[in-house]
């Protein structure tokens, strides 16, 4: 009798999780069902790592991966993590996966995951790992639409049913509808959009985002207009003279990795191609964290933070 209290005592946390399982959440082009919540969950890449933190879900995490290879933590997300091991610096394994002990990958397709590559939802389903991708990450395999705040409370929403957290995620997005409203509200009847160009990195050839990447919901959202909004891709790499040509008013430059924002400015104000840009001339530059261009969180912060650059006379008095 003693050991069955144990038992069922030691259940009792699982147990009242489990309720209202099995949930099945549609992911890209699958269907995945879970009967009952991860347990050793593995995230991919800074800004789905902070999805699962955003939602509480920190001792539901064996690990992590894809950041120190090419990006850094803010010291508030290091501390949030609270000593989880990195267990792979830029993509993990299968091999990686299965010494964790994984139940469960969020990652997405170039966000750990690529088309062909060793690591897929079909392979680690053979190993009992069940993988939830990455919305915004769906048009690298299949149709897709041009990228929407709303594939991000997707995923919030759905990571809520699949770790049995739905009320949890319901209040994360509800406080992040609230805050992009703020600035519709602030943006109402806009006449004028900027035209906006995101540099990423590159030299030879500028990596940016086309209409299904996020920065594409950003940048609209913002009261922009993305100058590569009629390119079908997400990130993607374009030419130097396609820039030109579409002359952004605004460069919004991704500050991430060992090249820091202001190298990339200066890169892009020596550019001997790009004199003639708008704004190059204007030196209208507005710096955003590879976490705020990504599906994140962050994308509310974003939001405000580009809306204040392109329509500063609409935020007088606000400061962030």
């Known amino acids: 009798m003693t050991r069955l209290l144990l038992a069922l005592f030691a259940c009792l946390p699982l147990c009242a999780l489990a309720q209202g399982f099995p949930v099945t959440v549609r992911s890209c082009e699958r269907e995945v069902s879970f009967s009952q919540p991860p347990q050793r ?49 830029r993509y993990p394994s ?25 690591l897929t939802p079909q392979r680690l389903a053979t190993f009992g790992i069940p993988v939830y991708e990455l919305s915004e990450s769906c048009s690298r395999i299949m149709p897709w639409h041009p990228a929407s705040l709303d594939d991000l409370y997707t995923d919030l929403n759905n990571l809520g049913r699949i770790f049995g957290v739905s009320a949890r995620a319901d209040r994360l997005v509800e406080q992040l509808r609230q805050r992009v409203a703020r600035v519709s509200a602030s943006l109402a009847a806009l006449q004028d959009r900027p035209r906006v160009f995101l540099y990423d990195s590159g030299e030879d050839r500028p990596t940016t985002s086309g209409s299904l990447g996020m920065p594409q919901a950003l940048i609209d959202t913002a009261g922009g207009s993305n100058v590569m909004a009629d390119v079908p891709a997400s990130w993607t ?23 820091r924002w202001q190298q990339k400015r200066d890169y892009l104000l020596q550019h001997p191609a790009l004199g003639s840009v708008t704004a190059i001339r204007q030196k209208r530059f507005v710096v955003l964290s590879y976490l705020q261009v990504t599906p994140s969180v962050d994308n509310a912060e974003a939001i405000e933070r580009l809306a204040q650059a392109l329509h500063p006379q609409r935020f007088a008095g606000t400061q962030r």
């Open 41 to 89: 969950a593995v995230s991919h890449d800074v800004n789905l790592t902070g999805m699962l933190l955003a939602l509480g879900l920190r001792e539901r995490m064996v690990g992590y991966s894809g950041i120190s290879g090419w990006k850094s933590l803010a010291p508030a997300m290091r501390q949030a993590l609270g000593g989880l091991p990195e267990l792979a610096p």
């Open 94 to 118: 299968v091999e990686t996966l299965l010494a964790a002990d994984a139940d469960f990958l969020f990652a997405g397709w170039s966000y750990g995951m690529q088309v062909g590559g060793p």
């Open 237 to 259: 790499e374009v030419s130097w003279e396609s820039v030109v040509e579409r002359d952004p008013e605004v460069i919004v430059i991704v500050d991430y990795g060992p090249t």
